[in-house]
């Protein structure tokens, strides 16, 4: 499944603050496109993932990018991310039972 979002950046890109196409697939090879700034923060990106994909719930899973974990409020830059790189989603697992004899 490929999405690519209908959004237009408005004005000039500056230096530093080129637009990068990220790629994000998870753990069933769906895979989303998304254009974005260096300067814009990940949750930009985050929300969109939420929003394109049928059956996840907002906040149910964690994005990666080469082992570490994304934060909304970091950027591409913050990763030294180059166009068409692509970011991992894993579904969140919590919990585990105590185990009775």
Known sequence: MWITPARSVKGEAKDGDGLITI?????????VHYTMRMT???QSLFDFYYRS???VDRNTGR???DGKRMK???TPADF??????EVDFFVELL???????
């Open 95 to 101: 919990g585990g039972a105590r185990r009775t004899a």
């Open 80 to 85: 030294n991310m180059e166009d068409g790189d």
């Open 72 to 74: 909304g409020w970091q």
């Open 40 to 42: 814009d923060q990940l």
């Open 23 to 31: 790629k994000v697939q998870d753990l069933n090879r769906f895979r």
């Open 63 to 65: 994005f990666f990018v």
């Open 53 to 55: 994909m049928p059956g």
